[in-house]
């Protein structure tokens, strides 16, 4: 009996950039998982990088860690909340990859001492990644970031067009985001952006199939119309891509606005109809909440949220759970000179981060919060100087800090270990993926997880140094989380406090709304009863 033919789907976007293609391809995938169909994702990225792993957050955000350790875009991370569909290293592919997989091949000799081209040699190499993907699934939905023009969007663009006529016109299925802007001063939704932006795709020999228009309300019939007469494409095939309140919305305006049904028309798929009632609840949960909170995040990236994206959806996710709505206040911990402004909120969570900036902020969030029985959750960084502010000013080791901000410290409390001191390159000193730890019984880390052993994404350098294990603990530092050799400290507490953890690893990366992380839900659960006892 022969297999049914995988079904591909293309979301390219046009215009501007950040319109919106990874919650709309997230969207995409939720739709038709609840018609019951399998579903993974590729995101297609033109920077020359190999990885986003050493760009800055503020140009690029988020980097979102894969159980098998690959440092990828944030969008995947929207693919992985959004889905069941879990993502690694074959999910993301750059231009660097690419280039580098060609130019490997042609030293090596591969291409017989041939031209090495960008047609077919680059154009293969991205089908060939792409048809790794799709492996064992019936639909893959690729995101090619950038803008339809960008020169470095060009190659992926000719290789998804070449995909159609490799597998067949029924099996493919191109949707473009464009951006229709409502011009105030003229009371009009205006379609000239949108129609440019097909008419670029065009050139490049794509046609879109259906069009998400990007826009703050609904597209009234008569503008639908128009784009779909001058885009060449059916009017119900023109979606309204609208703002919403919560992003977990996405999907079911696009359903209501018709879009897994036309999906499948255009890809000649039968399921049923789509169970898309959890997704209603959550909405419904999302926009009536039994009270409100606030969490203050210090970190040194707040001037770009996006740095800080899977937090501060796990922090929603934990409101979730909780029946509250979480409201994020940001402080720069560069700025951070009058603590009394963390008096305020319910919770404080200190994130991750790489450097010397904006540590004595951190540091200074940490020790407040344990000093004046604020909710605490450390990650990462939040972990290591929470216990850079119990070395000093606890346990009595004067000037403790991390060999990262000075290699000179009387007491290195964090440090790289003996064995990584030897590696020169970047992210080779890096513990990048899934892990596992052990939970020691009796402790709110246990309390949270339900359970003695658990697995959770990492990414950083420096760790807690072994050499302090014991004095920090005789002076009431709990470890509460290890490694199963017990060599390394994953999660670290204090008992009489209200609620204090902070942990090595990343919990926000394995954190859904319909599965919030047991850390979330337990920091957010402490936050709401301090709300609620301060009235």
């Excluded at 009536?288 to 040194?300: D, Q, R, Y």
């Excluded at 009394?340 to 450097?355: K, S, T």
Aim: net charge negative; glycine share 10%; hydrophobic share 40%.
């Amino acid at each position: 009996m022969a297999s049914r033919p995988i079904k591909y789907i293309f979301v390219t976007g046009g215009v501007l950039s950040s319109l919106g293609k990874g919650l709309a391809s997230a969207s995409i995938g939720a739709l038709l998982e609840a018609r019951g169909l399998t579903i993974t994702f590729l995101k297609l990225d033109p920077y020359l990088n190999i990885d986003p792993g050493t760009m800055n957050p503020f140009q690029h955000g988020e980097v979102y860690v894969t159980g098998d350790g690959a440092e990828t875009d944030l969008d995947l991370g929207h693919y992985e909340r959004f889905t069941h569909a879990r993502m690694g290293k074959v999910n993301n592919v750059t231009a660097g990859q690419i280039y580098d997989a060609v130019l490997g091949k042609e030293r090596r000799g591969d291409y017989l001492g041939g031209t090495v081209q960008v047609i077919p040699h680059v154009t293969d190499e991205i089908k060939a990644r792409i048809h790794q993907a799709a492996d064992a699934v019936d639909v893959l939905i690729v995101e090619v970031g950038g803008t339809v023009g960008d020169i470095e969007s060009h190659p992926f663009l000719e290789a998804i067009r070449q995909v159609r006529t490799d597998v067949g016109r029924e099996n493919v299925c191109y949707i473009h985001m464009a951006l229709v802007p409502f011009i105030k001063t003229a009371g009009e939704l205006k379609t000239k952006p949108a129609q440019h932006s097909v008419k670029d795709l065009r050139t490049v020999g794509i046609a879109p199939d259906i069009i998400l228009c990007r826009t703050d309300r609904l597209l009234p019939k008569s503008v639908k119309a128009k784009i779909a007469l001058f885009c060449n494409v059916d009017e119900d095939a023109v979606i309204t891509a609208k703002d919403v309140e919560t992003i977990y919305e996405v999907p079911l305006i696009l359903h209501n606005e018709g879009l897994d049904d036309k999906i499948g028309q255009q890809l000649n798929i039968w399921s049923g109809r789509p169970r898309l009632k959890a997704w209603q609840d959550l909405v419904h949960l999302a926009n009536h909440p039994e009270c409100e909170i606030s969490i203050g995040m210090v970190g040194k990236y707040v001037e770009l949220t996006e740095a800080y994206k899977s937090l501060n959806e796990a922090l929603y996710h934990g409101g979730f759970a909780n029946k509250a709505r979480v409201r994020i206040e940001y402080f720069d911990s560069e700025k951070l000179d009058d603590l009394a402004v963390l008096g305020d909120v319910d919770g404080i969570l200190v994130p991750h981060g790489f450097g010397v900036r904006g540590v004595d902020g951190k540091i200074a969030a940490a020790r407040f919060a344990r000093e004046m029985s604020v909710p605490y959750l450390g990650i990462c960084f939040g972990m290591q100087f929470a216990v850079v502010d119990y070395a000093r000013h606890v346990a009595g080791l004067e000037s403790a800090h991390s060999t990262e901000v000075d290699e000179h410290t009387p007491h290195p409390v964090i440090d790289i270990l003996p064995e990584q001191r030897a590696i020169s390159e970047k992210g080779g000193t890096m513990r990048l993926g899934a892990y596992p730890c052990d939970i020691l019984p009796g402790t709110r880390a246990h309390e949270a997880y339900g359970r003695d052993r658990i697995e959770e994404r990492h990414r950083h350098r420096y760790e807690f140094n072994p050499a302090y294990r014991d004095r920090l603990t005789e002076a009431g530092l709990v470890l509460s989380g290890t490694s199963p050799d017990g060599r390394l400290v994953e999660i670290v507490e204090l008992r009489d406090h209200p609620w204090y953890l902070a942990c090595q690893f990343h919990p926000e990366f394995s954190s859904t709304p319909f599965r919030p992380h047991p850390l979330f839900v337990a920091f957010v659960g402490a936050a709401v009863k301090r709300a609620a006892e301060r009235g």
